[in-house]
């Protein structure tokens, strides 16, 4: 693949930037690394708290706690355990947020003061928000229909009594406004709704929006609090998650033989965003450098996944062509791992169509395992967990994986983190719909990276 992008507007582009006085420089010039994590999830708030859980094998998944789960099928979530007052948010900030919003503006404090990031660095006109969210502001909108409507006894429902943050309830870009506040951007600022796949396509999109010059740093990432009645009545609609309500500990089991579905969970992973050389002139800390984003669909059925996991493995194979990367590159893959058994099954056979005999020497885990799935907050706090591996050189276990299933016959790392040189990590997502997404991260080094984003 040609380095240089011999595409006429592209050149028209690079000589006015030269004739304006500006660096000569194309699309492809731009790398694009992670300066700055937050992460609000459950087991502990904070990167220092979840990259301990995840690495020690623990898991959060609990009865729940947030309301009387009695009667529902499934009444079990990893929870966070979030007291927004002692994370920093003000009375008025409380009332005004839905508690989706609240963990993401604790996860973009953290995040942003992680990177250093000022607007002496990048002005507000040029910090860009992207942040993914599946069900939005489920949590707030709930409670108030409940007030507004008697608990539910009343079919003509009295405005009056609604609360004046109804109508931003009802409008999830008031997340992604609430994290724009919080960060003094004022470039572009965008929401990502794909479901279960949102948190990956926020954080590719905020890469491409730093990759073309839009924006010179963006806060990318995504929030979900979707442990509420109708969220899990829904899923219980459809046996989608665990009814292992007994061993709640041990509920979530992705890749196990004895799985029976996901566990909801909740929480926010942010990450800044940053143009490699501006990042290295302001001397910043990198974390890996984002190398290859790609999403597919599979136009197929709205909870239904095929076996043979081919949309997926396109992803995969999009992404990595950008990336100018091989499958024997791959030292870690961050697998959806949801713990359904179409799911399980139909990314196994992505990785083995994608990558080859490589898929069977790869080690390949789920996190979802250890914090339960977050719907679409999960996809960036992967993310957040796949760059902390290349940091640490270490690969986050499959936690109650005890029993292999020999239709999934790839290195699950069971129970126990494994020490080893991590430089290139894949990281994919799959979503109701037939949202697929995959992401590569590698460890920031001299010399290009990075392909043409047209695949």
Known sequence: MNVVDTRPTTRRRTRRRAAAGGSPRTRDDRRVVITGIGVAAPGGMGVKAFWDLITAGRTATRAITLFDATGFRSRIAAECDFDPGAHGLSPQEIRRMDRAAQLGVVATREAIADSGLTTADVPPERLGVTIGSAVGCTMGLEEEYLVLSDGGRKWLVDPAYGVPQLYGYMVPSTIATEIAWAGGAEGPVA????GCTAGLDSVGYGYQLVKEGT?????AGATDAPISPITVACFDAIKATSPSNDAPEHASRPFDLNRNGFVLGEGSAILV???RNAALRRGAQVYAEIVGFA????????????PDGREMAEAIRAAMRQARLRPEDVDYINAHGSGTRQNDRHETAAFKSALGERAYRVPVSSIK??????????????????ALAIR????????????ADPECDLDYVPLTAREQPVDVVLSVGSGFGGFQTAMLLARERDGTRGGDDHD
């Not at 929401?191 to 794909?194: A, D, F, G, R």
């Open 369 to 386: 395992s250890m914090i339960g799935h977050s719907l679409g907050a999960i996809g960036s706090i992967e993310v957040a967990a796949c």
């Open 191 to 194: 929401l990502i709704s794909t």
């Open 215 to 219: 924006a010179g740093a963006v806060v």
């Open 273 to 275: 965003l940053e143009e």
């Open 392 to 403: 640490n050189n270490v690969v986050p276990p499959t936690a109650n994986l005890h029993t």
């Open 295 to 306: 999403s597919r669909s599979n136009a197929y059925h709205m909870t239904g996944l095929k």
